[in-house]
């Protein structure tokens, strides 16, 4: 549900919250001020833990984890934050999420945590850095899933029982010696040609490295 109010419960636990930041504040001055009581949309200060509302909604598919995950990926658009280093101004509720069909990175966490919250499970936001290409989710390095080859199955051949009446194979008479050198030539050469091709995607690798980032290791994230 929406909060557009603020209770008598809720300030008093808004109370405890501040004493806790004041703490804080004194005995880490040189770290960031906590993310404890952001406002939602409608301006009202809320605890944290108070936006995760377990929900669950009359679809099975919502039931699994990966489907909660499948649905708030397919459903919303994601929008970087404003400020890459700082944390957002305001959190909004998993219903004004749903209405506006977007968010950013702490909208998609609180809505996938409230969907796994109602169907059992013990999910959990967490709040820390990430990097360039996972806040601005750009995948243009990753490869692509449909691409990956599967496992090969290799059938086992049938095993047909043998019978004394079975004409024997005729015996290899190449010499050992020799059968042995041509293994380790061709072992060899694979060798080499994989040598090669390792130098080769190096040289691609270092070529399509990204440029360095300014703001390596302060990219705010949730997740």
């Not at 993310?35 to 669950?56: A, D, M, Q, W, Y």
């Not at 409230?114 to 850095?129: E, I, K, N, P, Q």
């Not at 449909?146 to 079975?166: F, N, P, Q, R």
């Amino acid at each position: 549900a929406v909060v557009s109010t603020q209770s008598t419960g809720g300030i008093e636990i808004l109370g405890y919250a501040e004493n806790f930041r004041r703490q804080f504040v004194h005995l880490y001055r040189d770290r960031k001020p906590l993310f404890l009581s952001p406002p939602n949309e409608h301006g009202i200060e809320k605890i944290v833990c108070t936006t995760l509302r377990p929900t669950l909604l009359p679809y099975k598919e919502l039931y699994d984890w990966d489907g909660c995950a499948q649905f708030v990926s397919d459903y919303l658009t994601y929008t970087p934050l404003e400020c890459p280093n700082e944390l957002p101004e305001v959190l909004s509720s998993p219903t004004e999420v749903l209405a506006q069909q977007k968010g950013n990175c702490f909208d998609f966490s609180t809505l996938l945590c409230s969907l796994l919250l109602g169907a059992g499970y013990d999910a959990y936001c967490v709040c820390g850095y990430a990097t360039r290409e996972v806040t601005l989710m750009d995948q243009s390095r990753s490869e692509c899933p449909l691409l990956k080859k599967g496992d090969a199955v290799v059938e086992e051949a049938g095993k047909t029982k043998e019978s004394k009446y079975d004409v024997k194979p005729p015996r290899d008479l190449r010499s050992k010696y020799l059968i042995k050198m041509e293994e380790r030539k061709v072992q060899e050469r694979l060798d080499e040609e994989q040598r090669i091709k390792d130098i080769e995607l190096g040289k691609i690798a270092e070529l399509e490295k990204p440029a360095p980032d300014e703001l390596y290791g302060m990219r705010v994230h949730c997740w």
